[in-house]
């Protein structure tokens, strides 16, 4: 059967959108970054026309009025709750008070504009005038600054035909005081978080630019700084899309960072009528490629840098739907919609109820090389809860949130996840971003399913690229070449095949002096060892872990640990190869077989 190199073809010839580079944008002066601004409000996110669409869409569309209801009642159940007040648990974040705070704005907000029932913005009073009074939005982490601005300038903005004017100017100024004049000071000296290329660029540009639309009518010298250097931050950041809309901070911090690049882009587009283009640069047209690829048949993402596996769905997927005309992006949000709505799930996925979206991801590719992170994921089926499915990583190990984990990979099979990733550990613990990450068994090479030579870690300045990759209708392989992450030997390179429903994992290693050599798989099954083989069994399933080359290899099997102050882990089992001696080459090829196959 004649395969598809993928590989082979210029990335951007992929994208089905004329993308731009950031040096290619059409970003405004400061004197003309506000032309266009709508005079009137609502104007972030959603128009008044826009609302009355919902109201429309909830009379005729039997769905679209039980996500209504669905949402009134979790509306409703905020009425009798207090208003939040400023915790900071940990000594370092208001985080969870500002993400609490803009769930409850959102939902209270948008319920009012759908019912006209007053207690609800009654409600939305009662915390908006709470958080207002705070002595700040803890700028030191300024993370929670932007995310309170943001919810701040949503309830300005949604509600603001409803607040008197000495409401109006509360609003106004915290919005001003506590979020805009503490993101000024960072844009006017240039600090870190305006110069980065990760998901502070864009949750915190993004509460600053929505922050700065809220209030552009009545403070247009103020909101046209802000903006300005907004407009000027965020496309560092949106640089990291190309060329095919890739994410190497991982699946977790690929929904924070698309958020808030949604919330700006889109709420530029409803106040301006234009993004400046920052839409289509290149990747992030097909950027909702990525979470539907890095989702297994489990349920369960390919967990890579500090992310959880679990997935929760993505609100902006319907937003990326609607803007780059991809249904499979729809189709992909709406079963999370469906069980539980959130107010952006109703906003922007509220159009696609009745349409046929699902059977645009059905003819999406079994494999994807997202050439940009070098990711791999490859399945054997979609919409099969029993499919294998393979995610397999080069990378970059010095991206944010990173860990040494080049080559590494996770596997399900059967319903189950057998390879994991062990995700994040606390990071309030000491160092974890700091000099002693590294000793940290989640981010360690050894706790990761890769190699580990002479029992050290992989440079933490290493990078890996996947040199081949195929895909054809019978499976997939890809080759990366880990060479850079092992200083002690002269080529590492791994090989993940999937042939119908079994994977193959193959290292080619050569050294000039003879080299220690520990191939690793983390596994929450229970490992049963029988000489060259081991099988793996949780639920009524099994998988089989077979050593193939070379003779000598043998596995072994103990229990991952961890030491205070990591959290423990728990039913985490390390299957090994060792070998003999230390080698200078090595072929080392192992198979995986499910049960059912």
Same mark, same amino acid.
């Not at 009025?65 to 979790?74: N, T």
């Not at 499915?389 to 057998?418: A, E, I």
């Given at each position: 059967?004649?395969?598809?190199?993928?590989?082979?073809?210029?990335?951007?010839?992929?994208?089905?959108?004329?993308?731009?580079?950031?040096?290619?944008?059409?970003?405004?002066?400061?004197?003309?970054?506000?032309?266009?601004?709508?005079?009137?409000?609502?104007?972030?996110?959603?128009?008044?026309?826009?609302?009355?669409?919902?109201?429309?869409?909830?009379?005729?569309?039997?769905?679209?009025?039980?996500?209504?209801?669905?949402?009134?009642?979790?509306?409703?159940?905020?009425?009798?709750?207090?208003?939040?007040?400023?915790?900071?648990?940990?000594?370092?974040?208001?985080?969870?008070?500002?993400?609490?705070?803009?769930?409850?704005?959102?939902?209270?907000?948008?319920?009012?504009?759908?019912?006209?029932?007053?207690?609800?913005?009654?409600?939305?009073?009662?915390?908006?005038?709470?958080?207002?009074?705070?002595?700040?939005?803890?700028?030191?982490?300024?993370?929670?600054?932007?995310?309170?601005?943001?919810?701040?300038?949503?309830?300005?903005?949604?509600?603001?035909?409803?607040?008197?004017?000495?409401?109006?100017?509360?609003?106004?100024?915290?919005?001003?005081?506590?979020?805009?004049?503490?993101?000024?000071?960072?844009?006017?000296?240039?600090?870190?978080?305006?110069?980065?290329?990760?998901?502070?660029?864009?949750?915190?540009?993004?509460?600053?630019?929505?922050?700065?639309?809220?209030?552009?009518?009545?403070?247009?010298?103020?909101?046209?700084?802000?903006?300005?250097?907004?407009?000027?931050?965020?496309?560092?950041?949106?640089?990291?899309?190309?060329?095919?809309?890739?994410?190497?901070?991982?699946?977790?911090?690929?929904?924070?960072?698309?958020?808030?690049?949604?919330?700006?882009?889109?709420?530029?587009?409803?106040?301006?009528?234009?993004?400046?283009?920052?839409?289509?640069?290149?990747?992030?047209?097909?950027?909702?490629?990525?979470?539907?690829?890095?989702?297994?048949?489990?349920?369960?993402?390919?967990?890579?840098?500090?992310?959880?596996?679990?997935?929760?769905?993505?609100?902006?997927?319907?937003?990326?739907?609607?803007?780059?005309?991809?249904?499979?992006?729809?189709?992909?949000?709406?079963?999370?919609?469906?069980?539980?709505?959130?107010?952006?799930?109703?906003?922007?996925?509220?159009?696609?109820?009745?349409?046929?979206?699902?059977?645009?991801?059905?003819?999406?590719?079994?494999?994807?090389?997202?050439?940009?992170?070098?990711?791999?994921?490859?399945?054997?089926?979609?919409?099969?809860?029993?499919?294998?499915?393979?995610?397999?990583?080069?990378?970059?190990?010095?991206?944010?949130?990173?860990?040494?984990?080049?080559?590494?990979?996770?596997?399900?099979?059967?319903?189950?996840?057998?390879?994991?990733?062990?995700?994040?550990?606390?990071?309030?613990?000491?160092?974890?971003?700091?000099?002693?990450?590294?000793?940290?068994?989640?981010?360690?090479?050894?706790?990761?399913?890769?190699?580990?030579?002479?029992?050290?870690?992989?440079?933490?300045?290493?990078?890996?690229?996947?040199?081949?990759?195929?895909?054809?209708?019978?499976?997939?392989? @890809?080759? !990366?070449? &880990?060479?850079? *992450?092992?200083?002690?030997? #002269?080529?590492?390179? /791994?090989?993940?095949?999937?042939?119908? $429903?079994?994977?193959?994992?193959?290292?080619?290693?050569?050294?000039?002096?003879?080299?220690?050599?520990?191939?690793?798989?983390?596994?929450?099954?229970?490992?049963?060892?029988?000489?060259?083989?081991?099988?793996?069994?949780?639920?009524?399933?099994?998988?089989?872990?077979?050593?193939?080359?070379? @003779?000598? !290899?043998? &596995?072994?099997? *103990?229990?991952?640990?961890? #030491?205070?102050?990591? /959290?423990?882990?728990?039913?985490?089992? $390390?299957?090994?190869?060792?070998?003999?001696?230390?080698?200078?080459?090595?072929?080392?090829?192992?198979?995986?077989?499910?049960?059912?196959?």
């Amino acid at each position: 059967m004649k395969k598809q190199l993928l590989i082979l073809l210029p990335a951007l010839l992929l994208l089905p959108y004329v993308s731009v580079s950031a040096n290619e944008l059409s970003l405004p002066s400061r004197e003309h970054v506000l032309d266009g601004l709508s005079p009137g409000h609502p104007r972030l996110l959603a128009t008044a026309d826009d609302f009355a669409t919902l109201v429309t869409r909830c009379e005729k569309s039997k769905q679209a009025a039980q996500w209504r209801d669905r949402l009134r009642s979790s509306a409703e159940q905020l009425l009798n709750t207090p208003p939040l007040k400023y915790e900071i648990p940990d000594g370092k974040r208001l985080l969870s008070v500002s993400r609490a705070a803009k769930d409850r704005v959102l939902l209270l907000s948008l319920i009012y504009r759908l019912t006209g029932e007053k207690r609800f913005a009654d409600r939305a009073w009662a915390e908006l005038d709470t958080v207002t009074k705070f002595k700040d939005w803890n700028p030191s982490h300024f993370l929670d600054t932007a995310e309170m601005t943001f919810a701040v300038a949503i309830g300005y903005d949604w509600l603001h035909d409803v607040w008197t004017d000495a409401q109006r100017q509360q609003l106004r100024q915290a919005i001003i005081t506590l979020g805009l004049d503490q993101g000024l000071k960072v844009y006017h000296k240039h600090e870190w978080w305006s110069r980065s290329i990760h998901n502070w660029n864009q949750v915190c540009n993004g509460g600053m630019g929505v922050g700065a639309l809220a209030i552009a009518d009545d403070e247009p010298e103020l909101a046209a700084e802000v903006l300005h250097a907004a407009l000027h931050s965020l496309p560092l950041a949106m640089h990291e899309f190309r060329p095919d809309g890739g994410w190497g901070e991982g699946p977790g911090y690929w929904r924070y960072a698309t958020e808030y690049n949604v919330y700006f882009l889109a709420a530029l587009q409803t106040a301006l009528k234009k993004d400046f283009g920052l839409s289509q640069m290149p990747g992030f047209p097909v950027t909702g490629d990525f979470p539907i690829h890095f989702t297994g048949p489990t349920g369960l993402t390919f967990n890579y840098a500090d992310a959880h596996d679990s997935w929760r769905g993505a609100p902006q997927l319907f937003w990326l739907a609607t803007a780059f005309e991809q249904p499979a992006y729809a189709a992909a949000q709406m079963p999370f919609a469906a069980q539980r709505p959130s107010p952006l799930d109703f906003l922007w996925g509220a159009a696609w109820l009745g349409r046929d979206a699902k059977s645009a991801s059905e003819s999406l590719p079994l494999a994807r090389y997202f050439s940009g992170v070098s990711v791999v994921t490859m399945r054997s089926a979609w919409h099969d809860a029993a499919a294998t499915f393979v995610g397999f990583k080069g990378g970059d190990n010095r991206v944010n949130h990173g860990q040494l984990d080049l080559g590494s990979f996770v596997l399900d099979s059967d319903g189950v996840r057998w390879a994991i990733d062990l995700g994040a550990d606390d990071y309030n613990i000491p160092g974890y971003f700091g000099k002693q990450r590294w000793s940290y068994y989640r981010n360690m090479t050894e706790g990761h399913n890769t190699l580990v030579i002479n029992g050290q870690n992989q440079s933490t300045t290493a990078t890996a690229s996947i040199i081949r990759f195929e895909s054809n209708a019978d499976g997939a392989t @890809a080759v !990366a070449d &880990l060479s850079k *992450a092992y200083p002690d030997a #002269k080529q590492v390179l /791994r090989t993940v095949s999937l042939s119908g $429903r079994n994977v193959t994992i193959q290292d080619e290693i050569d050294a000039e002096k003879p080299i220690e050599i520990a191939w690793h798989l983390h596994t929450e099954a229970k490992v049963a060892l029988d000489g060259r083989r081991a099988t793996l069994t949780h639920d009524g399933k099994s998988l089989t872990v077979e050593i193939i080359e070379p @003779a000598t !290899a043998e &596995l072994t099997v *103990a229990p991952a640990t961890t #030491k205070p102050p990591q /959290r423990p882990l728990k039913n985490v089992q $390390r299957l090994s190869i060792a070998l003999p001696e230390p080698v200078t080459a090595l072929k080392l090829m192992v198979r995986l077989t499910p049960s059912s196959n």
